[in-house]
């Protein structure tokens, strides 16, 4: 029965978005306003219909209904309470009802805001969002169905992946599907925008927090899968340029571009052809992403022609670029911008030539991670593009990008001067150069570590000194410390809050440099007893113990970590046996430091317990990473927060 109530509910719900869709044209082509009521009934529908979807799909689960296929194939009787409910989004099926049901929250929450403010650009907004749902319903409908029966019944489930029964599978799809969806918002209004011929200011003006919002869910979401990665997968680092990861890079690093770029249109009314396709390619890209991620692409350019999904994401992938292009074709002589580039030298060719390498670096992802699959398809050979080529071409880009990133914000408008170029960054720039010096003396000989150690010291002094500057402005207008201190938060909350999240960067930057160049690792194999060394910690092999847990078999090894005279720690590495894998899964055992971490793996062992083979490392400043996503979380929250200055 949950399968038939799941399987109408997807079918009614996609009717009810193409209707609504429709319904939304012809209620603002006729002037008919019941025609627009309807199509925002179907929005709410649309809602209740994917979250009955959602209760159905969960009670499957927790019931362990097997006969639905997807709760057989992503489930077994073993599988802990919290991972029946997480094993909703572990896969396709499930991970498309995830996509459809944000976007429908994006969708009712855009009803309510706007259906009163924005008479003329709300009822395309609403049309185009509920296309955009009415093509997700259409897969959950044919290419992958959730609610598929499966028969014969089989007496237990495969089981979830065990590599996601883990506490970052909570949070990491949320996240990551959150930013995703919600960069629907603004494409939907810049088609609106172009529809109706207001390409102003207008629909950034109102977009701003929901593309903020996105961003801030999209990086959270990246830095939610490198801590996933870092302590489930066993390999101790936290990027590998995997396609998966890439799929959600690229949407970022446009997503990046085009809200540094908005700034110059506010300002100066330029670059709106520019914005308009920036956000076009940031709505295309998260399609990719999921394309790519969930057609089967990636495990082999023939696995695409098993199922019908990828042909689905394509078509819509074309047919949604194809009609956002043609708009913005149709209305360029509506897009010429009303200012001009005045110098080289000035705040809008610093933000353009970021956007510039925002997209070089877009462009090297996109080409590392399809060029596997076009060599496969072409010629019948699977290349790979490893970490080398990404780090060989986007290394230089990311570090110009932190030279940008503390020279835009400080730079003058329309055409900068010796002294404002001396008043701004001469200081910044000769603590840099102390910085790097500083770290050569202490032994620091790679080139790239020191030279993005500078630009974050250079970066940080920029942001320091404009925002002294600010507040001794106000401390001279009458302002106490305090008044002057917080106060110049909330009331210029978005600039500020965009110095915080550059703040937020800055500290990953320096994780990411400090992990590079310390990290050190040695791999042994201990006879009980013995103990291994690496920078000034010792770990001692104690022994095995084996247990079976609820849908695997455990090998735990117990070793004894000391740090010179400190006292002691036990670690429990370990490696899961499952019944639906072939290999064994390792468990990481770890201690977090404020500057270095250590990291063991339990790999081969003898069966009788007496030997056992580890890999023991020593990351340093990868904590960096996870307090600068606190930093960025804080500056994203300020940047969202209503405008507070007083209009001039």
């Keep these: 029965m949950i399968a038939e109530l799941g399987y109408a509910a997807t079918v009614v719900g996609f009717v009810l978005a193409l209707y609504g869709a429709i319904a939304g044209v012809i209620g603002v082509r006729t002037g008919r306003a019941d025609w627009l009521r309807t199509g925002e009934r179907a929005a709410v529908g649309i809602w209740i219909l994917i979250t009955a979807c959602i209760a159905l799909m969960l009670y499957a689960f927790l019931t362990f209904d097997f006969s639905v296929r997807y709760v057989a194939m992503n489930t077994n009787r073993g599988t802990p309470f919290y991972y029946r409910i997480t ?20 969708t009712l929450i855009v009803v309510v805001r706007y259906r009163r403010r924005q008479p003329e ?60 969806t919600g960069f629907s918002v603004p494409f939907a209004f810049a088609m609106a925008a172009l529809i109706v011929g207001r390409t102003g200011d207008e629909w950034i003006t109102i977009t701003r927090r929901w593309t903020i919002v996105a961003w801030y869910f999209l990086s959270l979401g990246l830095l939610i899968g490198g801590w996933w990665s870092y302590h489930v997968l066993g390999w101790g680092g936290y990027w590998a340029w995997d396609p998966v990861e890439n799929a959600a890079f690229m949407p970022w690093l446009t997503g990046t571009a085009f809200l540094h770029s908005v700034m110059i249109q506010e300002r100066r009314r330029m670059l709106k052809l520019w914005n308009l396709t920036l956000i076009i390619l940031t709505f295309g890209l998260t399609l990719f992403g999921t394309f790519l991620t969930r057609s089967g692409i990636i495990g082999s350019v023939h696995s695409f022609t098993q199922g019908s999904i990828g042909v689905f994401f394509l078509a819509f992938l074309a047919l949604a670029l194809l009609g956002a292009f043609s708009l913005l074709a149709w209305r360029t002589d509506h897009l010429r911008g009303q200012g001009e580039l005045d110098s080289a030298i000035s705040r ?16 090297t992802v996109f080409f590392g991670t399809v060029f596997p699959l076009l060599s496969e398809a072409a010629r ?56 790097a010096a500083v770290l050569r003396l202490f032994g620091v000989g790679n080139v790239l570590v020191l030279t993005a150690m500078a630009l974050v010291v250079f970066v940080a002094g920029t942001i320091t000194l404009d925002y002294v500057r600010a ?34 960067i800055l500290v990953i930057a320096l994780g990411v440099a400090g992990s590079q160049a310390w990290s050190v690792q040695t791999e042994t194999t201990l006879e009980k007893g013995q ?38 720690a036990e ?18 055992d770890y201690r977090l430091g404020w500057v270095e971490d250590v990291y063991l793996v339990l790999g081969d062992f003898a069966r009788d317990g007496s030997q056992a083979t580890v890999k023991l490392q020593v990351n340093r400043l990868v ?26």
């Design 87 to 106: 094993a909703l989004w572990g896969a396709l099926e499930g991970s498309i009802v995830l996509w459809a049901w944000m976007l429908s929250i994006y």
């Design 121 to 180: 650009l709300y009822p395309w907004v609403l049309s185009v969002m509920l296309g955009i749902l009415a093509f997700f319903l259409l897969v959950m409908s044919i290419p992958a169905p959730p609610f598929q029966r499966l028969s014969p019944i089989p007496p237990d489930g495969r089981g979830l992946n065990p590599l996601l029964e883990d506490s970052g599978m909570i949070t990491h799809p949320v996240a990551l599907y959150l930013g995703f």
């Design 348 to 363: 809008e060719s610093i933000f353009l030539l970021n956007n510039l390498f925002l997209l070089a670096a877009t462009f």
């Design 380 to 435: 019948g050979v699977k290349v790979s593009v490893g970490a080398p080529f990404f780090n060989l071409v986007n290394i230089p880009i990311f570090l110009a990008l932190l030279f940008l990133m503390g020279v835009g914000p400080l730079i003058a408008w329309r055409r900068a001067s010796a002294e404002n170029l001396k008043r701004n960054f001469l200081k910044p720039v000769l603590a840099g150069i102390v910085a």
């Design 471 to 504: 507040v001794r402005a106000r401390r001279r207008s009458g302002d106490g410390w305090g008044a002057a201190t917080w106060g110049l938060l909330l009331r210029q909350n978005r600039r500020y809050g965009g110095f915080v999240v550059h703040l937020g």
């Design 531 to 568: 103990s291994v060394e690496l920078a000034g910690y010792r770990v001692r092999f104690d022994g095995l113990s084996a247990a079976e847990e609820s849908n695997h078999f455990k090998v735990t090894g117990a070793f004894t970590m000391t740090a010179g005279r400190s006292s002691s």
């Design 571 to 588: 670690l429990r590495p370990a490696r899961k046996f499952y019944p639906q894998e072939q290999t064994p899964i390792a468990a990481v």
């Design 623 to 648: 904590s960096w990473l996870w307090i600068g996503g606190l930093v960025l979380t804080l500056g994203a929250a300020l940047a969202i927060l209503p405008d507070h200055r007083k209009p001039a």
